[in-house]
Nanobody, 121 residues
Framework: QVQLVESGGGLVQAGGSLTLSCVQT????????AAWYRQPPGKQRELVAG???????TYGDSVRGRFTTSRDNDKNTVYLQMNSLKIEDTAVYFC???????????????WGQGTQVTVSS
């Protein structure tokens, strides 16, 4: 049974930075693709960043150039480094892992409980 636990959310001023972490227990992390999704208040869940087993990354248009995702297979952990944060980045951020080739457009696989990121002016 795969379980995902996120950490690192919080309150930050616009222009600031935060780093989210997500640790997987159970399963074989290195065999999974990993991703971060977010759900702003009153809006649908959207892909923020994804990383495949070979390290290839994908980013949502609104975060490209500001956010970076990475993984450490030895620590069963995926990270999301968020820089130049904007008020519109405020959302609950969810960690996700899935079989290696499942498309990011599918809400598939295992999910963390979510961590709140709030960006203030």
């Amino acid at each position: 049974q795969v379980q995902l636990v996120e950490s690192g959310g919080g309150l930050v001023q616009a222009g600031g930075s935060l780093t989210l972490s997500c640790v997987q227990t159970g399963g074989v992390f290195r065999n999974n693709a990993a991703a971060w999704y977010r759900q702003p208040p009153g809006k649908q869940r959207e892909l923020v960043a994804g990383i495949r087993t070979d390290g290839r990354t994908t980013y949502g248009d609104s975060v490209r150039g500001r956010f970076t995702t990475s993984r450490d297979n030895d620590k069963n952990t995926v990270y999301l480094q968020m820089n130049s944060l904007k008020i519109e980045d405020t959302a609950v951020y969810f960690c996700n892992t899935r079989p290696a080739r499942v498309a990011w457009s599918l809400f598939s696989g295992s999910w963390g409980q979510g961590t709140q990121v709030t960006v203030s002016s």
